[in-house]
């Protein structure tokens, strides 16, 4: 099945307003580009087709960004929504219902990073070695992170997980 980060973001603001744990656009920028390698690494397919970009604060999602920019630092209070210019048409994107891969992936991750406030988590996106760290240049804008560099990633990321919890 394939999504758009919108899809990807409600997913993340339900759980997030369940349990009562407010996102910021950083936070939820990060969530939904680590679900993006979750699956491309679990999976071997794209959750979305958006391509990611190496911008200064970390990995991004351009249409998330500026949908959600104008509540800076502060929470999010609205869900992500498609607009379709040449009809005027409006309607917020989910998960499928039956998509039980791609839910469980999500569960997965929002197990493992809710706990991590925006900036901890552009911090681990900051490590030596992650897939913005083999990208970013600031002298140019919008380079896109190639998917090969973010499966690698995840996989020896989701690879440590597992290690870790076998012991």
């Known amino acids: 099945m394939t999504y758009t980060p919108q899809h990807v973001a409600n997913y993340f603001l339900d759980r997030a307003e369940d349990e009562g744990r407010p996102l910021t656009p950083l936070k939820l920028i990060k969530l939904v580009y680590i679900a993006y390698g979750w699956v491309l690494a679990l999976v071997g397919a794209r ?3 958006e391509p990611i970009e190496a911008w200064k604060h970390g990995p991004v999602i351009p249409s998330l960004y500026h949908e959600f920019k104008h509540f800076g630092g502060g929470h999010i209070t609205d869900d992500a929504f498609w607009y379709d210019l040449d009809t005027g048409d409006c309607a917020r994107p989910s ?4 998509d039980k891969m791609t839910r469980a992936i999500l569960d997965k991750v929002w197990a493992a990073y809710k706990r991590f406030s925006g900036w901890a988590l552009r911090e681990k996106t900051h490590e030596r ?5 083999q990208t970013y240049d600031p002298n140019v804008r919008g380079k896109v992170i190639k998917d090969g560099v973010i499966k690698k990633h995840f996989h020896e990321k989701i690879r440590e997980i597992v290690d870790a919890a076998e012991q």
């Not at 070695?129 to 760290?133: E, I, R």
């Open 47 to 49: 959750l979305y087709e």
């Open 95 to 98: 998960i499928d219902k039956n």
């Open 129 to 133: 070695g992650t897939p913005w760290d």
